[in-house]
C-alpha cells in the first residue's frame, strides 16, 4: 500500500533561515506529488505539484521541491523563511490506479519566530 | 466566491445523534472527495464521487453515508455518532477522478461529538 512520510514533526525556525521540510513515499509505480499547507484556522491550500518533466518544481510564496525518484523524495525548500509562513505543511502523493484520492503525511509543524 | 463550501463551520452533538455536513463546490468539478483530519492533524481519504457515482470507499463505518444529489454537492451524513467522530472534516473537489489534478478544499467542519 501506498504510504507517505514526513520526517519533521516541527519545525521551529527564525525569520530569514533556510527551511527544507523532508517526504519519503513508498510506492513502485508512477506517482504524483503534492505539497499542500493549511495556515492556522485554514482550509489547505496546493503549494507546488509534480506530475513530470522538470524534477525540480517551483511554487507559489517562494517555495520549491525537488523530486528524487531514486529515492522516493520530494522535500519542500525556502531559501528565506519568514514569519507568516508559519503553518502546517503536508506532503501528499496520488497514482492513477487509486481513483485520484490523495495519500497524506503526517503533516510538519512550521514555526518561526519573528 | 467561495469555490468549496461547507457547513456548518463547527458543529457540536451529543454521543448518539445523527447529523450531516453539507458541500457544494461552484468550479464545475466532476470529482468530490471526503477527508477526515484526526486530533494529531492526520488527513485520511473517506469517500469519493465522480460524477454523483461513488468511485472510492474507505473503510469507514456504515455510519457514514454519503450522498451526491449532483455533481456539484456532497453531503455526508452521520448516523449513531461516536466520541471517535470528533475531528475536521474536510471536502473537496477536482476536475477529473484521476490522479493527475490538483484538489481544492474546503474551510472544514469541525466535529466536536460529547
Known amino acids: 500500500a501506498q504510504s507517505v512520510s514526513q520526517h519533521n514533526h516541527h519545525v521551529i525556525l527564525s525569520e530569514a533561515a533556510s527551511l527544507e521540510l523532508g517526504c519519503n513515499y513508498s510506492y513502485g509505480g508512477t506517482v504524483n506529488l503534492f505539497w499542500y499547507v493549511q495556515y492556522p484556522g485554514q482550509h489547505l491550500q496546493l503549494l507546488l505539484k509534480?506530475?513530470?518533466?522538470?524534477?525540480l518544481v517551483k511554487g507559489i510564496k517562494g517555495f520549491e521541491a525537488e523530486f528524487i525518484k531514486s529515492k522516493f523524495s520530494f522535500n519542500l525548500r525556502k531559501p528565506s523563511v519568514q514569519w507568516s509562513d508559519t503553518a502546517e505543511y503536508f506532503c501528499?502523493?496520488?497514482?492513477?490506479?487509486?481513483?485520484?484520492?490523495?495519500?497524506f503525511g503526517q503533516g510538519t509543524e512550521l514555526s518561526v519566530k519573528p | 466566491d467561495t469555490a468549496v463550501s461547507q457547513t456548518p463551520k463547527y458543529l457540536v452533538t451529543q454521543m448518539g445523534n445523527d447529523k450531516s455536513i453539507k458541500c457544494e463546490q461552484n468550479l464545475g468539478h466532476d470529482t468530490m472527495y471526503w477527508y477526515k483530519q484526526d486530533s494529531k492533524k492526520f488527513l485520511k481519504i473517506m469517500f469519493s464521487y465522480n460524477n454523483k457515482e461513488l468511485i472510492i470507499n474507505e473503510t469507514v463505518p456504515n455510519r457514514f453515508s454519503p450522498k451526491s444529489p449532483d455533481k456539484a454537492h456532497l453531503n455526508l451524513h452521520i448516523n449513531s455518532l461516536e466520541l471517535g467522530d470528533s475531528a475536521v472534516y474536510f471536502c473537496?473537489?477536482?476536475?477529473?477522478?484521476?490522479?493527475?489534478?490538483?484538489?481544492?478544499f474546503g474551510p472544514g467542519t469541525r466535529l466536536t461529538v460529547t
Open positions: 473537496a473537489s477536482s476536475q477529473e477522478a484521476g490522479a493527475v489534478d490538483e484538489q481544492y
Open positions: 501528499a502523493v496520488s497514482s492513477y490506479n487509486q481513483g485520484g484520492k490523495l495519500i
Open positions: 509534480y506530475f513530470s518533466g522538470d524534477p
